[in-house]
């Protein structure tokens, strides 16, 4: 089974108590929610990036103006194989937008480009998105498809996230924005081996991040991130101490048994 990419309803759909999930790929199912397009027994080597004409004309039928969750996940009895990029499921562009979702969560590691095509059709704002398993540069993507004209309350990025990479992109993220409570974008970063100055290295990547992230509205309210190796902990902590102040963020931190320095920076405004 390849990864799997659906839409979940919420309760106002047309069946309580399903689990009203709609699989994307070029294959017509009837669920008990209604259309959907279900996930087909073909391994990765299937062009899903070039579906037929029969499943564009599919997908441009269904709607999903009742989804609220939109996942992208592994089917039950998948294990990934060894390839170097994510598959292209190129008929979720052709799908209609999904106006009511508020959260979009990427847990496959095969799910970046199924995450980048679906981020492209969520609304204005968004509650939360989560992407899992992704690798960096690619959680990266998945955070940029959104784009600068949408706006998410908080985002959590589970595996680790070149610093660099991640305040390069800056300008093409959403405004990580909330309504109401804090607005948080959630990381990991890892210290290059070669990098002598690993503070340093923290130090200018936030600076960076906090500059391309706060102005014109963008209204980042707070960050977290977790900064691997633990043998880095001493000079990031050096450069970083607990209490300091970078812009209008100030920095509390705390290393943990694992060792791994965990760093949450909060706006003053």
Same mark, same amino acid.
């Given at each position: 089974?390849?990864p799997?990419?659906?839409a979940?309803r ?5 069946a309580?108590?399903c689990?009203?999930?709609a ?17 087909a ?11 037929s004409?029969?499943?564009?004309g599919?997908?441009?039928?269904l709607?999903f103006d009742?989804?609220?969750? !939109?996942?992208?996940?592994d089917a039950? *009895?998948? &294990?990934?194989p @060894?390839? $170097? #990029?994510?598959?292209v /499921?190129?008929?979720? =562009?052709?799908l209609l ?5 508020r959260e979009?969560?990427?847990s ?6 199924a995450g ?5 059709k969520?609304?204005?704002?968004v509650?939360?998105m ?9 959680a990266?993507?998945v ?5 600068r004209?949408?706006?998410?309350e908080n !985002?959590?990025m589970?595996?680790?996230? *070149?610093? &660099?990479?991640l @305040?390069? $992109? #800056?300008a093409?993220? /959403?405004a990580?924005? =909330?309504?109401?409570g804090?607005?948080v ?11 002598e ?5 923290i ?7 906090i500059?391309h992230?706060t ?5 980042l309210?707070?960050?977290?991130l977790r900064?691997?190796p633990?043998?880095?902990a ?5 450069? !970083? ?6 812009g ?6 705390k290393?943990?048994?694992t ?9 003053t405004?």
């Amino acid at each position: 089974m390849t990864p799997q990419a659906g839409a979940d309803r919420d309760s106002t759909g047309p069946a309580s108590g399903c689990p009203c999930v709609a699989w994307l790929s070029p294959v017509n199912h009837e669920s008990p929610c209604g259309s959907a397009l279900a996930s087909a027994d073909n391994d990765l080597t299937h062009p899903i990036d070039d579906p037929s004409q029969a499943a564009v004309g599919v997908a441009k039928t269904l709607s999903f103006d009742n989804a609220n969750r !939109v996942l992208v996940k592994d089917a039950r *009895d998948f &294990t990934a194989p @060894a390839v $170097s #990029a994510s598959p292209v /499921p190129f008929v979720i =562009a052709h799908l209609l937008p999904f106006p009511k979702a508020r959260e979009l969560r990427v847990s496959s590691k095969l799910g970046g480009a199924a995450g980048r095509l679906l981020a492209d059709k969520m609304p204005s704002r968004v509650r939360r998105m989560d992407i899992l398993s992704v690798p960096g540069a690619e959680a990266v993507a998945v955070l940029g498809a959104l784009g600068r004209e949408r706006q998410v309350e908080n !985002v959590y990025m589970g595996e680790a996230v *070149d610093l &660099t990479q991640l @305040a390069q $992109s #800056a300008a093409s993220f /959403p405004a990580i924005l =909330a309504v109401t409570g804090a607005s948080v974008l959630s990381f990991t970063t890892k210290v290059p081996d070669t990098v002598e100055d690993a503070g340093g290295y923290i130090l200018t990547g936030l600076s960076y991040r906090i500059q391309h992230m706060t102005g014109r509205g963008r209204g980042l309210h707070g960050m977290e991130l977790r900064v691997e190796p633990s043998t880095v902990a001493a000079s990031v902590q050096a450069r !970083v101490p607990d209490g300091a102040r970078i812009g209008h963020f100030v920095v509390s931190s705390k290393q943990w048994r694992t060792r791994t320095l965990a760093m949450t920076l909060y706006s003053t405004l």
